[in-house]
């Protein structure tokens, strides 16, 4: 079963869109043409009977009724002007008959009817009129003379234990075959015009709404092999148009993504080229040149060592952003103090930078215990202090602060740059960015940023920058308060 219905979605799927659009208009029409011929030509008949038995019954409750409140309160006249009132609205012979079946009264309009025939069966009639429980017959009978079906009513007045005389009721039934064949033929010609308008204008139809995406279906080919000028064209409709839309920046992220790869390739490549370059030469004067000299040596064998730092710096990137993007790194949170790691951190850079005239500003706030992974965020504090020292101004000064909030601690790095252009603002996040006034004594990898930003959205915690060109920029991001074992 489920390998026939996975067939039949096989088999839909390659039904091109027009052909089913066309497809489902033109069993829409047979259906509607269907119910209209079931109904008018099978049940035309029965219609028909059915509104002769509900006016015949009708003429009986109206003769009855007037019956009971004229003719028994001495209103005859009034009683015989309602019999022959409802027998020639209604096209009805009535008889009034007595309790023995001897007529009393009678309204003969039709030409022949069987109920005033000299052969009558009223006798007849008025006994299955006293078999019935509720004293009332219907039915159609054939008239002898005519040969034609006949619509016989009857009912008894006044009750079954004090009969006062009975009522019967002879209507026509004409024959609905004629009218029945003039219906078909109408109808044959109706359905014969309507389904080739209905084949015309469904084709039509389907070409118009399979158009647009016959088109952006094309244009999305052209994009597949590469081409990120294609235009999407979604005239048509909404959804033709939401689609245009969607390629449209879908397109325009493949080729942002594109672009940031080419220049990863080229980035990552002239970065390691630099520092091969390096290795390899100084390997060199140390076997050719300074191998005897131990200061020679030592001066190079240092300059050696921290080129391999500068590989190792931007392999372990790489390796720590594809870690935490493919989702494999786990969040490992534990209690520290945030206060005690931002001095710890900025410690370490001390050394380094105040050799070099860097000066780190921290304004800490009152110790704050925050339960997030140490590691990481460490990783996230000292990308950002770094950026922060490798794009500071002239006067080499960085600001950290700590700022305690009530729903956590906000993080602060400042910097007194360039600053970041706006449009440029959410692009420093994504990987491999780094601007075109990139400086080239700055170690970076374009991955600095992008592993705040991994860490930071694993944790669920706010970030972002506010810079001003000329002025500087101050990254921020606030640790949120996570009670421990309620993650
Ligand atoms: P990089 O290794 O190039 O610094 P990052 O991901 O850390 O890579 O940063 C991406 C880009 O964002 C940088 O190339 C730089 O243009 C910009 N940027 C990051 N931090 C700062 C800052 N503090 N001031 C100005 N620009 C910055």
Redo the contacts with the bound molecule.
Sequence with gaps: MKLIKKRIRHAESRIPLKFKIWLYFIIFTVIVFALLWVFQIFFLERFYKGMAYRSAMKSMDTIVESYENDYKNGYKTLFYKTLSSVAGENEQCISILDKFGRPVTQEHILGKCIIHDRNNKNRELIDNIDMDDDGVIKGPMINPYTNKEMLICGCRIGTASNTQGYLLINSTLEPVGATVNIIKRQLMIITGVLVIMAFVISLYLAKRIAMPIDRITKSAERLAKGDFSTKFDGRGYLEAKKLADTLTYAEKELSRVDTMQRDLIANVSHDLRTPLTMLKAYAEMIRDLSGDNPVKRNEHLEIIISETDRLALLVNDMLDLSKLESGKQKLTPSEFGISGKLGEIIERFKGLSEKNGYHIMFTPDEERIVYCDVVKIEQVIY?LIN??L??TGEDKKVFVRQINKEDGVLVEIE?T????EEDKIKL?FDKY???EN?KRE?V???????IVKAVLKMHNFDYGVRSTLGKG?T?WFKIRNVKKNSE
């Design positions: 990308n950026n922060a490798n794009y910097d740059g360039d600053g970041i420093i960015y780094r601007s990139h700055v970076g990898t374009g991955l600095g940023l992008s920029s990254f």
